[in-house]
């Protein structure tokens, strides 16, 4: 008879305010991007008719610049007489719009960047002197926007664990099933941690094991 | 919850038209994730930054020990050099501790 492998101390999710949540919780509502324009859902877009026309143009029958400047002139042309003009001059203005669409809830941001540590004597390598780019965003919004993804939602450990299998075997499978991350978050019972959880399993020859597990968990945090 | 942060770079570079850059994309990904999420997903693993390249000094890529000081960003870590791209996340990191292998 095959025993399925024994996972010691799984984890379960918790509030912000460490209070376990009782088992099938739905996940809070997702607050969405930060909008830049809150009334007009279509931004940088100012209507609806302006993104679908950029996305059959763009996207649907990917025309050429020239084509789409044709298109716009053609909007202008037919909202004149009514003292109305086409949103864009040309395609390239088009196009800027559509680079302005924010994707995901995290911008990305560039930085210019240079070397800032000691130089050596004399004529420092051209490198040092330089000033780059450097292109990022917000690293923990990312991994907010990753921890809140509902696909993962039965493929996260969300406590370090341990997992033996059928022979009473240790067994390793994910980050959180190791002895790094268990060793980052379970200590033997300090007065020094902020939030703690006991949890006594029975050891050998009748002693109790107290364990203390430090959640380390930014006040914000969603499960 | 106590989240392992797993970020790492390749030898992808990314061509960019304007300008002629060349990038090293570093991607991120909570520990947490079983393996079989962080390879099954798309989300799983999001780029979150992509360094420059300075160019003809292959020294100045290679070791990870100047990546990091080059990055590093003085009003968000003081001491700790911790890098630009992972400054968010500071206050929950209160003594990172870095090493190069």
């Known amino acids: 008879m095959i025993y399925p492998d024994l996972v010691l101390m799984p984890g379960r999710p918790c509030n912000e305010q460490g209070e376990y949540l009782p088992p099938h919780t739905p996940p809070p509502p997702p607050t969405g991007p930060a909008e830049a324009e809150p009334h007009n859902p279509w931004s940088p877009f100012d209507s609806r008719i302006e993104f679908d026309f950029a996305h059959y143009h763009f996207v649907e029958v990917q025309n050429s610049a020239g084509k789409i400047n044709k298109a716009i002139d053609l909007w202008a042309a037919s909202v004149m007489e009514y003292g109305g003009d086409a949103p864009w001059k040309d395609a390239s203005e088009l196009y800027a719009t559509i680079d302005a669409i924010q994707e995901g809830d995290s911008p990305w941001k560039v930085y210019q960047i240079r070397y800032q540590g000691p130089r050596p004597p004399g004529t420092p390598p051209k490198w040092m002197m330089e000033t780059y780019e450097l292109c990022t965003r917000d690293s923990r919004q990312v991994l907010h926007h990753q921890l809140s993804t509902a696909a993962f939602k039965d493929k996260i450990n969300i406590a370090p664990y341990r997992q033996v299998n059928s022979k009473g075997v240790r067994t390793w499978s994910n980050l959180m099933s190791a002895d790094w991350a268990w060793k980052q978050a379970v200590r033997h019972m300090s007065p020094k941690f902020i939030k703690t959880n006991i949890i006594s399993s029975p050891g050998q020859d009748r002693r109790r094991c107290v364990y203390t597990r430090c959640y380390v968990c930014p006040s914000d945090s969603r499960q | ?101």
């Open chain 2, 1 to 101: 919850m106590f989240v392992p942060v797993i970020a790492g770079s390749d030898k992808t570079t990314v061509s960019v038209a304007t300008g002629h850059q060349e990038y090293h994309p570093v991607y991120m990904s909570p520990g947490n994730l079983t393996n079989i999420a962080r390879r099954a997903h798309g989300n799983a693993l999001l780029p979150v930054a992509f360094l420059p390249i300075p160019k003809s000094t292959p020294y100045a890529t290679s070791s990870l020990h100047e990546l990091m000081y080059f990055y590093s960003n003085k009003e968000a870590s003081e001491n700790c050099k911790l890098p630009k791209i992972l400054s968010p996340n500071v206050p929950f990191v209160p003594c990172p501790r870095l090493s190069a292998t």
